[in-house]
């Protein structure tokens, strides 16, 4: 991976993705692959949420990647490279599996990550608002 982007830490983009992480599954309540639509809000939301997570995971460090091997960021970074990229071509059929497969171990990898964090020095409380 690399950094890069906005002037974040490594320790702000692990925190983007848990954020990213905790988006996606509240819209995930109540869903199963055949409400997957092109077009449809929560879909949406859902695939904006997946590129904000990997563009997240795309600039984190080399050194942070390697320290956390559990986090699938080259995978994560690599999903939100075909989103945008070949926003033409979404197979909602690799985005539902993503969703139901990896999603869960990112988040089970993510949370003690996360959980053990510092806050960022300087970080406005309601920073979560913006995320």
């Not at 490594?10 to 509240?26: F, G, Q, S």
């Not at 449809?40 to 080399?62: C, F, H, K, P, W």
């Not at 990647?65 to 080259?74: L, M, N, Q, R, S």
Request: glycine content about 6%; aromatic content about 6%.
């Amino acid at each position: 991976m690399r950094s890069g982007g906005a002037d974040y830490r490594d320790e702000d983009r692990l925190e983007h993705m848990m954020c990213a992480v905790k988006r996606i599954r509240a819209k995930m309540v109540g869903l199963d692959r055949s409400m997957l639509a092109e077009g449809d809000d929560r879909t949406e939301l859902i695939i904006y949420n997946m590129q904000v997570l990997g563009e997240a995971a795309n600039n984190v460090s080399d050194e942070m990647c390697a320290k956390h091997p559990e986090v699938d960021f080259k995978g994560w970074a690599g999903m939100r490279h075909r989103l945008v990229h070949d926003y033409a071509n979404i197979d909602l059929n690799i985005v539902w599996n993503a969703l139901a497969d990896d999603l869960p171990k990112l988040e089970m990898a993510l949370k003690p990550i996360v959980d053990a964090l510092p806050q960022s020095p300087g970080a406005p409380e309601n920073l979560n608002d913006f995320l």
